[in-house]
């Protein structure tokens, strides 16, 4: 690795937390207003990228009917799919060390930052984070990129951008990383196949969260 990086942007859903269960049951209820079937298998997609394009995507749906089968998936996830959840065992020790390190972190997630805020909080892990931040619930700022964009110019003048380094599990995380210029480390325990992450080209692919701490501690 090139740097000992200081500052660490984290992907939230298959980064940080398992949420499958979560997601794929309120996509599974949003489909069920449209008679539509779906295995919470089959629904594994939608875990990582903007709701927006998975639902146009994988069923078709039009810019008019995208907003609306969205409020339905919220309906079911803020009352009881966001507390479908768990955090990957070892990252609550692994954030506690990054940060008694003096390690500046920060949450970088295409989720809407309202749910990302109450997932953190639940999990009590929120305190470690510089700034939680997300999509914004009217369906702008979507795309990792542009998330990690409104976080790096949040940081201007405290950190280091080349010290800078984005986690996560999809192919999004680690091309939205390189279209703003950081390094990337992929994390194969989360929702992302191996082929998926190996064509993204992060800078690493590490599977486990010890082996994500030995990339990020050691440098």
Do not use: W
Not at 3 to 12: H, V
Not at 17 to 31: C, F, M, P, R
Not at 72 to 86: K, L, P
């Amino acid at each position: 690795m090139k740097n000992i990086y200081s500052s660490i942007l984290f992907d939230l859903d298959g980064t940080l937390t398992d949420s499958a269960e979560g997601v794929t049951k309120s996509v599974q209820y949003a489909l069920k207003k449209y008679n539509i079937e779906a295995t919470l298998e089959e629904l594994k997609a939608f875990i990582g990228p903007p709701l927006q394009r998975s639902f146009k995507e994988v069923y078709g749906f039009n810019a008019g009917a995208i907003d609306e089968v969205i409020k339905h998936y919220r309906e079911y996830y803020s009352e009881t799919g966001i507390y479908q959840n768990r955090v990957y065992p070892n990252i609550p020790e692994l954030l506690a060390e990054l940060d008694s390190r003096g390690k500046n972190l920060y949450v970088a997630t295409s989720k809407p930052t309202v749910f990302a805020e109450k997932i953190l909080h639940y999990f009590k892990l929120d305190h470690h984070f510089k700034a939680i931040t997300g999509s914004n619930l009217d369906g702008t700022r979507v795309e990792k990129k542009d998330v990690i964009a409104h976080v790096l110019k949040m940081m201007e003048g405290k950190g280091e951008k080349e010290k800078t380094v984005m986690v996560g599990d999809r192919k999004h995380d680690i091309l939205g990383a390189k279209a703003c210029g950081l390094d990337s480390i992929a994390v194969a325990y989360g929702y992302g196949s191996a082929a998926e992450l190996e064509a993204a080209g992060p800078l690493h692919i590490v599977q486990s969260v010890e082996g994500l701490g030995e990339k990020l501690l050691s440098g």
